[in-house]
């Protein structure tokens, strides 16, 4: 069976690895809880020279770098979760996934310019929908956004994606908010991923409020995200990556309409004319 058809039909397959970092108070304390209410083992087994702890198919292993610079991991898995704080200047209480990548040429965030990370728009989905659900039942008011692709690692050949705990240390040291976050990984294959469309999107702001409703409110499950201020960057290069690194492969391209400039949409609408990928107004 191909790796999409295992992802669509036979959830619960696959061997996750969450990723923290000892630098990152959030990461530490996911962890904390993750292996406090999930009966995680610790075990003899080190990376950067901290214990990993087992759980079934779930490893954690704690990365001596910031998570972003977290380029150095070479532990076999099928599914990277790297669970980490958010920071912002307005300082609003939030709880993100995402992507990540660099359209630009810049790596100051991390991974390499030009590049986006492999990752899988059924479990930013999924991951997506836990949030807000385990966030209602524990009574965490957090905003809840799936945001646009940015920052490092970018090179793993494993899919990933990053869940966050945002926007000031006074979240991230909620063990309460991290009980969401660690509901969220725990809960990733409970339920069947085949009523999913695979996609991508254009446009909007860094929070994607457009595509957020979507994620949670339609069937569609999307991967990489391309900002409105992104799109300038955006080449045949690091297109054809959205598409051909975004897995199960897309089916659709969702376009915030009125969240791009009209020669922005221009752009990107000759991009998948060139591909023969469809799109929708949104």
Request: aromatic share 10%.
């Amino acid at each position: 069976m191909d790796p999409e058809t295992a992802v669509r039909i036979r959830p619960g397959l696959l061997k996750k690895l969450v990723i923290v970092s000892s630098k990152d108070k959030a990461g530490t304390n996911i962890k904390e809880v993750l292996v406090r209410k999930f009966d995680f083992e610790e075990t003899s087994e080190r990376f950067d020279g901290y214990p990993i702890f087992k759980r079934g198919d779930y490893e954690i292993i704690t990365s001596s770098k910031d998570i972003i610079f977290s380029d150095h991991i070479n532990k076999e898995a099928d599914l990277y979760v790297f669970a980490s704080r958010h920071s912002s200047v307005e300082g609003i209480p939030c709880l993100t996934v995402h992507a990540t990548g660099n359209f630009s040429a810049s790596n100051e965030y991390g991974g390499r310019g030009k590049e986006l990370s492999l990752t899988n728009s059924y479990y930013l989905k999924r991951a997506l929908q836990l949030l807000r659900k385990f966030a209602e039942e524990l009574g965490v008011s957090y905003k809840i956004s799936q945001e646009v692709t940015h920052h490092g690692p970018t090179s793993y050949k494993v899919p990933s994606f990053f869940i966050e705990i945002g926007s000031s240390e006074e979240e991230w040291v909620n063990p309460t908010a991290a009980e969401v976050i660690a509901k969220t990984i725990m809960n990733l294959d409970t339920e069947s991923f085949s009523n999913f469309i695979s996609a991508v999107g254009f446009g909007g702001p860094h929070y994607a409020p457009k595509f957020t409703k979507l994620s949670l409110e339609t069937n569609y499950a999307i991967g990489h995200i391309c900002s409105k201020y992104a799109v300038d960057d955006l080449d045949r290069s690091t297109f054809r990556q959205m598409l051909e690194k975004t897995i199960p492969k897309p089916e659709v391209a969702l376009i915030d309409w009125k969240g791009l400039r009209k020669d922005s949409r221009e752009k990107v609408i000759k991009l998948l004319s060139e591909v023969g990928l469809k799109y929708e107004r949104v």
